[in-house]
Nanobody, 124 residues
Framework: QLQLVESGGGLVQPGGSLRLSCAAS????????IGWFQQAPGKEREGVSC????????LYADSVKGRSTIARDNAKNTVYLQMNSLNPKDTGVYFC?????????????????WGQGTQVAVSS
């Protein structure tokens, strides 16, 4: 079965950190562009960060730039999103997705595989 599974979400206080994981089973992530997306309560899903398949270049939304890092571990067939200095606006369900042909970091660019999401709540 081909699937992506996210993990690492949880409840964290403002200023805290989380490392989200996106693990693939049934296929190899290395040839794919991988994206992380946030769906905040009552809002549409938005791109947070992507890492391309071509050269491993990374893209970040302005909202997380400078405090988040996306990285691949091909040996573990997993992509991570390290998020620091979390604030309440980071609250939401975080999804990862994989697509062979994605050209940007918008949800519509990812027609391939999607995970079920992991919940992140930032609150004191």
């Amino acid at each position: 079965q081909l699937q992506l599974v996210e993990s690492g979400g949880g409840l964290v206080q403002p200023g805290g950190s989380l490392r989200l994981s996106c693990a693939a089973s049934g296929f190899t992530l290395e040839p794919y562009t991988i994206g992380w997306f946030q769906q905040a309560p009552g809002k549409e899903r938005e791109g947070v960060s992507c890492i391309t398949r071509a050269d491993g270049s990374t893209l970040y939304a302005d909202s997380v730039k400078g405090r988040s890092t996306i990285a691949r571990d091909n040996a573990k067939n997993t992509v991570y999103l390290q998020m620091n200095s979390l604030n309440p606006k980071d609250t939401g369900v975080y999804f990862c997705a994989a697509d062979w042909a994605a050209r940007d970091c918008s949800p519509l660019a990812f027609a391939g595989y999607w995970g079920q999401g992991t919940q992140v709540a930032v609150s004191s």
